[in-house]
Structures are given as structure tokens and as C-alpha cells.
């Protein structure tokens, strides 16, 4: 992409950017060593920054304000979208951009508890927003077919669906779990490993270690680092969060794949969790301590 054209239009800016995300995933499919060296320019591209404002826009967050009491209304009510992202763009560019804490809201839930929301500002979620269209596409390269969660195109029905179709071919278990926390309490070196696997880039790294390190303003005032996890509510954690738990995805898959081929089951049906296995385990929506909105993982193949 040139980094020095022109701002397009929101229906050229949709297209440029489906079609480099559209490459990226096709890059990361064919080699799934590929480490990707040059996606700085990207986050920073005009269509990519536009797309990313419009989404934060039109998101029902939108109305909710970070720490500096800006919501995307007032943003475009003062300074106006053009000079709002010409801004942005400047400061990625000039390497001065600085992820702010995020806004602490705690959520009821039930049995009185509450979870943690962290509201970032308007300007962070712009750039997670523009981060996240850059590293999606490579990412969904490498997840497993049996993660469903808070991925394009999926959702928990789809899971539970396939857990059906499983349950009527004579798999007889499924494993219903909790990670406690889990956004709280993801390790900010193992995610950031996980990361640097895939993206060689290091002006991207170091933007998304900002995002994790930026610090939480609590209900009471007092702003508190973030030595672990993700906040719940930025836009890009969602995404961080599969990347970290990919790991446990993957440890099923390969423990289901061993068990086939001890069983003696030809690698495309064990790869389909198919073979004649007596009580057969299947793990089925792994509820991470993320309520309605649980990642199904199945362990199948």
C-alpha cells in the first residue's frame, strides 16, 4: 500500500482494505512459518485507519468514553473525522503515539458478582480497530476449526451445532470449563510470544505490548498498571485472548490426533474425530469465564 496517498472514500477504503486482508490470509494460509516484517504502514494506511473510525463509530460502544470523556460523537462534533484521523496518522507515523489507561466500569453479573470492563479512548480504539484488521487475517490461518469464539463468521450456535451432529454419532461426553479470569489474568509474555511467532514487525509488537501495559483508571481513581491480561472491552482484546488460548486448542487437537492413531483410526477419520472409540471424550464449549459470550473449543481431531 502507499503510505502517502491520498484519504479514499469509505466505499474505496472497505475495498482496499478487503483485498490486502484478503492476501494477508492467503500469505499466512500458504506458509504457516511465515513470520510478516512490514505491517506498521498498514495500520497507519489511510483506508485502514478509516475503516477502523467507522467501525468504532458505528460499534454500540461508541457512546461510552475512555478517560478523556470523548465519545465518537463529540469527536465528531468538535474536531471533525478528517483532522480527528490526519492527527492519529501523524503521531503513528512520528512514532509518538501513546495508548492512554483505560476507563474502569465494573458490570453486575449474576449471583452478585461483577466483571471488569476497561473502556478505552476513542483514539486507542481507533488504533486497536486498525490493529485488528491488520493481524486477524493472518491469525485465523493458524486457529483450529474447533474454536468458535469471538471469531468472523462463527459464534457459540455453530458450536453447539456441531456438538449435536457429534453427540448423534455415539460421542457420549462433553467437558463443560471455566478459565477464571481469563482476561485478567492472561500472561503478558507467553501472548506476546505467541505474537512475535507470527508478526516480525516490531513497531506492531511494541504497539500491541502498549495496548497491555497502558494501566487502568479504577472506579475509585487511582490508576493501576497491568502487569497481566487484556482489558475486557478494548476492541482488539478479543483477538488477544484466542491467540493466547490457542495454545490450548492446539494441545487438544494433537492429544485427539494421538489418541486416533493409537486406536487405529486412518488419519483422515481421526482428523474428523471419526473411529469406533469407546466413550469418547468431546470437549465442548470451553466457557472461559466469558459468560454468554463463551469460546467454544472442541476437541475433535
Not at 476449526?145 to 453447539?160: E, K, L, M, N
Not at 481469563?182 to 500472561?187: A, G, L, P, Q, R
Not at 492446539?250 to 493409537?262: D, K, Q, S, T
Request: charge should be positive; include cysteine.
Amino acid at each position: 500500500m502507499d503510505t502517502g496517498a491520498p484519504w479514499p472514500t469509505p466505499s474505496e477504503a472497505e475495498t482496499r482494505v478487503l483485498r490486502m486482508q484478503a492476501k494477508l490470509h492467503r500469505w499466512a494460509t500458504d506458509d504457516h512459518a511465515r513470520r510478516f516484517v512490514d505491517l506498521f504502514n498498514l495500520v497507519a494506511d489511510p483506508a485502514f485507519l478509516l475503516v477502523a473510525w467507522r467501525r468504532v463509530r458505528g460499534n454500540r460502544g461508541a457512546r461510552s468514553a475512555g478517560i478523556d470523556g470523548q465519545t465518537a460523537s463529540s469527536i465528531e462534533a468538535g474536531r471533525g473525522e478528517a483532522a480527528f484521523l490526519a492527527d492519529l496518522q501523524a503521531d503513528l507515523r512520528a512514532r509518538t503515539f501513546r495508548p492512554l489507561p483505560v476507563r474502569e466500569r465494573m458490570i453486575p453479573k449474576a449471583g452478585g458478582k461483577r466483571r471488569r470492563l476497561g473502556i478505552p479512548t476513542g483514539r486507542d480504539r481507533v488504533v486497536q480497530a486498525a490493529l485488528k484488521l491488520v493481524l486477524e487475517p493472518i491469525f485465523e490461518a493458524d486457529f483450529a476449526p474447533c474454536s468458535y469464539g469471538f471469531r468472523p463468521g462463527r459464534r457459540t450456535h455453530d458450536a453447539i451445532a456441531e456438538i449435536h451432529l457429534f453427540a448423534s454419532r455415539s460421542y457420549e461426553w462433553v467437558v463443560d470449563a471455566d478459565i477464571s479470569a481469563c482476561f485478567d489474568e492472561i500472561d503478558h509474555r507467553a501472548l506476546l510470544g505467541r505474537v512475535r511467532a507470527r508478526i516480525g514487525d516490531r513497531r506492531v509488537t511494541a504497539l500491541v505490548a502498549a495496548f497491555l501495559r497502558a494501566g487502568i483508571l479504577g472506579e475509585d481513581g487511582v490508576e493501576r498498571e497491568t502487569a497481566t491480561g487484556t482489558p475486557q472491552g478494548g476492541i482488539l482484546s478479543p483477538l488477544l485472548a484466542n491467540i493466547a488460548l490457542s495454545v490450548l486448542d492446539e494441545h487438544f487437537v494433537a492429544a485427539w490426533a494421538a489418541m486416533g492413531r493409537a486406536l487405529g483410526r486412518t488419519p483422515a477419520a481421526a482428523a474428523h474425530g471419526l473411529g469406533r472409540v469407546p466413550a469418547r471424550p468431546l470437549c465442548g464449549r470451553l466457557r472461559r469465564a466469558r459468560g454468554r459470550d463463551s469460546r467454544a473449543c472442541r476437541s475433535r481431531a
